[in-house]
Nanobody, 123 residues
Framework: QGQLVESGGGLVQPGGSLRLSCAAS????????IGWYRQAPGKEREGLSC????????YYEDSIKGRFTVSRDNAKNTVYLQMNSLKPEDTALYYC????????????????WGQGTQVTVSS
């Protein structure tokens, strides 16, 4: 049975950086498109970024474009989200998800979801 586990969240000051990891077990991430999402209390889940299954093509929402970078390490069966220049409004629970279709991952319909890792940006 496949699963995803996020890690790397924590407390950071504004302007700081964090690197989130999304590790897969029970399936091969290279066969899937991967999306990153976040949800703050009282707000809807927001799509942030995705990476294709076939190559290194990446996509970003405007809110994080230029600050966050998604990458894939197939040897480690892991996808990363490097977050720089963090702002208080980035505070949220961050999720990764996997789908065989780039279209469905963009629509937040996925075969696998992680449980999330908390990111808090505060001085």
């Amino acid at each position: 049975q496949g699963q995803l586990v996020e890690s790397g969240g924590g407390l950071v000051q504004p302007g700081g950086s964090l690197r989130l990891s999304c590790a897969a077990s029970g399936f091969t991430l290279d066969d899937y498109a991967i999306g990153w999402y976040r949800q703050a209390p009282g707000k809807e889940r927001e799509g942030l970024s995705c990476i294709s299954s076939s190559d290194d093509s990446t996509y970003y929402e405007d809110s994080i474009k230029g600050r966050f970078t998604v990458s894939r390490d197939n040897a480690k069966n892991t996808v990363y989200l490097q977050m720089n220049s963090l702002k208080p409004e980035d505070t949220a629970l961050y999720y990764c998800a996997a789908s065989r279709s780039l279209h469905t991952i963009m629509a937040q319909v996925a075969e696998y979801w992680g449980q999330g890792t908390q990111v808090t940006v505060s001085s």
